[in-house]
Every structure is written in structure tokens, then in C-alpha cells.
């Protein structure tokens, strides 16, 4: 069996790798390649999973929504570019080839167009954008509660034609809904979450222990390096209000990124940066670097993302699959508007819907401090918001199950 693993962005670049890995295990699976639609795979790339097809980086970097945005990709080569992996798509549905798409309508819509048979993985979509377990949230809109579905009906159209052998969805909530359309709908757990450890106990260090901080500026440049700027500033806001308190900082930084941008701007707000690498915990990134101001260290590192995510007792971010990742380990969330053109209001706000009570949205970075203590004193709510990042991104092991599901239920006439 051939397959073509289809994704459109980075976070669901990594996804699609962490699948594509489980179904290397299966004898009967002859051949995996990738076409990333967005971007150049980046994650494809470092997983050593051949790309065929054309790739190219787009001026917007994938988020395209806006007019403006969209006529910049357009005039970098958008239209050419779609074509030609269209054309790619249409060539491998046509020799038998199985496809799996990996993120929104693109792909999806890609994959039925190949005429074979598909199936798909749906990252962008959640009904916790709408709704909770007990019903509509208030600030869903009429319109939204009568198409009935985060997945529009074209959407839901597409995955009940007969070649489209498998849905896999984000959470259950989202599994339930689709199952009244009559889709081939799996509830598998998010695969996002399959390099974690996840307890959903989370204890807060003593005050004479360090309190350690997660920042996360997100993926893509140079919005990530705006979104930093604004990120120093709520690090600011978090040592004034723990002006008597040992904190950590760790910076989870892209490791495709330029980082000296980075230690610029800290060294720009007064941060003196550390030669001799001596960390209060164990950060296995041999490239990391440290800096210090006060009361606090901030470690800037490119190699060690999981660790940062793991070691970390609470978040500042402006990203979007990081920090799902990091409250499906349980972990608290602060988070704040950026410029975009990815972490907008709008965007801020709908990743509070998805996440719930996990995320705090505050309007200014300079709220930050205030918040943070606030929420480290109440331990009933981190409790509540424990339990709430395993149930909305589920168990680690998805990939295993989806691959498992793929061969076995999905296509199984090879």
C-alpha cells in the first residue's frame, strides 16, 4: 500500500510526521511520502519522509485570511503554486494510491478531488469553539448554532462521500456531534499530545523553590519575534509582582529561527547574558542560553522544546499547537493579543473557546503578573483546569491508534 500524507502548516506538519512514524510499522505499507501545501515541511524534513510534489513558503506563512494577505500570496505564486500539487494529488488518486489529509477544508478538499480513497485527520476544528458539554457557550452565534457543526455542511458533505474511508476527529465532544451526519467518524485522541507524559495532578512549587515560566512566541516570522516584544514585557509585569520570589523563564524558541533577534532584545531590556551555563534545572539543549536580570533566569532554548513544556509550572503564550500541548498536560495558560496576522483578537479569543478555563485572556501584557498570582493561589482552579486539559486533548498514543485504525478498518482492500 501507497500512502500520501497531505497537511497544510506546521503544527499540522508535526501531527501528520507523528502518524506517518506509526504507520512505518506496518508490513504492508510499501511507500509514505508527504506534500506539505503550506510551507516547505520543515517537520518532514528533520523526520527524514521524502516530499514530493511543489512546496514553497508563501509571503503570509499560511495564514492568508485577510485581503490583503491573501493578494500578497497570490502575486508571491499562490495560484501556480496550488496547481501544481493539485496536479500531484490527481496523479497519485489515480494510480491507486491512498491519500491521508492532515488540518482543514484544503486538504480534505484536495483528497476528494484525487478521485481515491482517503481519509482524514481534522486539527483546526473542535465544537468546544461552540459549545461544552452541558450546551451552547454564549458567544455562539445564531447563525453558528443553526449550520448545527464547527464542520460546515460542505465540510460534512465531503467526509461522507464514499471514498472518504475515515474522520478523525480532536476530542470526543467533536465525535459525538459529527456522528448525526452519518460520517465514519473515530474518536482516537489527539496526536498532538503523543510525546507528552500527562498528569493531570498539578502541584505548584513551595515559595523557596523557583517558579517556572513557559514562554512561547509562536512559529512563524517575523510575527514571533513582534509577539517576543510583547512577551518581555508581560516577563516584566511577572517579576514585579514576584519581586521576592526565585523565577525561571524558559523560552521554547523554533529552532528554524535566527535567535540572536531574540537575545537582542534581551540584552536591549537589560538582561545580562550568563557564560558559564549553570541552569537551576536540567536543560538538554547544549546550544541554550541563559541570561539573568534580578530576581530571575531566562533561558532561551531552540533544542528542547518537550522538556521546557514539561518542566514548566505555567505558560505566557502567543502560539497555537504549543500551547494546546501545553494544557493538554493540565497547565494553566496566560495569554494576550498580538499583531498578527496569526494571533489576533480574534484568534486569542477563539483559542479561549477551545481551550476553555485552561487559558487566561488578558488585553494587556502588563496584566500579566497580577494574573499569574492570582491564579497560583487558587488551588481548586488548577485542579479544575487540570482535568480540563486532559479531557479536551485527550490521552498520549494517537498516532498509534489512528495508524492502527488506517490499515486495519480504513483501507483494508490492499
Not at 486539527?123 to 452565534?141: F, H
Not at 514585557?233 to 524558541?253: D, G, H, K, T
Amino acid at each position: 500500500m501507497e500512502i500520501l500524507v497531505i497537511s497544510n502548516g506546521h503544527g499540522e506538519d508535526v501531527i501528520a510526521v507523528s502518524i506517518i512514524e506509526a504507520l512505518k510499522k506496518f508490513s504492508n505499507v510499501s511507500k509514505i511520502t508527504a506534500l506539505p501545501l503550506v510551507g516547505t515541511g520543515y517537520a518532514y524534513g528533520k523526520a527524514n519522509i521524502p516530499i514530493i510534489g511543489t512546496v514553497k513558503t508563501m509571503p503570509s506563512g499560511g495564514f492568508n485570511q485577510d485581503i490583503n494577505q491573501l493578494w500578497r500570496d497570490v502575486n508571491g505564486g499562490l495560484l501556480t503554486l496550488t496547481y501544481h500539487q493539485y496536479q500531484t494529488i490527481k496523479r497519485w488518486g489515480e494510480k491507486g494510491g491512498k491519500i491521508l489529509a492532515v488540518g482543514d477544508i484544503l486538504p480534505l478538499l484536495f483528497a476528494w478531488l484525487s478521485g481515491g480513497e482517503f481519509a482524514f485527520v481534522g486539527t483546526a476544528k473542535s465544537e468546544y469553539y461552540l459549545r461544552d458539554e452541558t450546551g451552547w457557550l454564549t458567544s455562539t452565534s445564531l447563525v453558528e448554532r443553526w449550520l448545527g457543526s464547527m464542520y460546515f455542511p460542505w465540510e460534512r458533505w465531503l467526509m461522507r462521500r464514499l471514498a472518504c474511508r475515515g474522520v478523525f476527529v480532536r476530542d470526543s465532544l467533536t465525535a459525538q456531534i459529527l456522528q448525526q451526519w452519518s460520517i465514519p467518524v473515530y474518536d482516537l485522541g489527539n496526536p498532538m499530545m503523543d510525546h507528552f507524559s500527562v498528569n493531570p495532578s498539578i502541584t505548584f512549587p513551595s515559595e523557596t523553590e523557583p517558579l517556572i515560566i513557559l514562554l512561547l512566541p509562536g512559529s512563524r516570522m517575523p510575527e514571533a519575534q513582534q509577539n517576543w516584544q510583547l512577551i518581555l514585557q508581560a516577563v516584566y509585569s511577572v517579576i514585579e509582582a514576584f519581586n521576592e520570589r526565585s523565577l525561571l523563564f524558559l523560552a521554547a524558541i523554533t529552532p528554524s529561527f535566527n535567535s540572536v533577534p531574540f537575545q537582542e532584545d534581551l540584552i536591549e531590556k537589560g538582561w545580562t547574558k550568563e557564560l558559564d551555563r549553570t541552569y537551576p534545572l536540567s536543560i538538554q539543549d547544549p546550544q541554550s542560553i541563559s541570561f539573568t536580570d534580578r530576581n530571575a533566569t531566562l533561558i532561551l532554548s531552540q533544542k528542547a522544546y518537550e522538556t521546557c513544556l514539561q518542566l514548566s509550572h505555567i505558560g505566557i503564550a502567543m502560539a497555537g499547537t504549543a500551547t494546546e500541548q501545553f494544557v493538554g498536560l493540565g497547565k494553566p495558560v496566560i495569554s494576550f493579543p498580538g499583531k498578527g496576522p496569526q494571533f489576533t483578537q480574534t484568534f486569542a479569543q477563539n483559542q479561549t473557546r477551545l481551550l476553555g478555563c485552561s487559558v487566561t485572556l488578558v488585553d494587556r501584557p502588563q496584566q500579566v503578573g497580577t494574573t499569574l498570582k492570582q491564579l497560583i493561589n487558587d488551588p481548586k482552579q488548577l485542579q479544575t483546569i487540570a482535568k480540563n486539559g486532559q479531557k479536551r486533548l485527550g490521552q498520549p498514543g494517537a498516532a498509534q491508534r489512528i495508524a492502527d485504525c488506517l490499515l486495519n478498518k480504513c483501507f483494508t482492500n490492499q
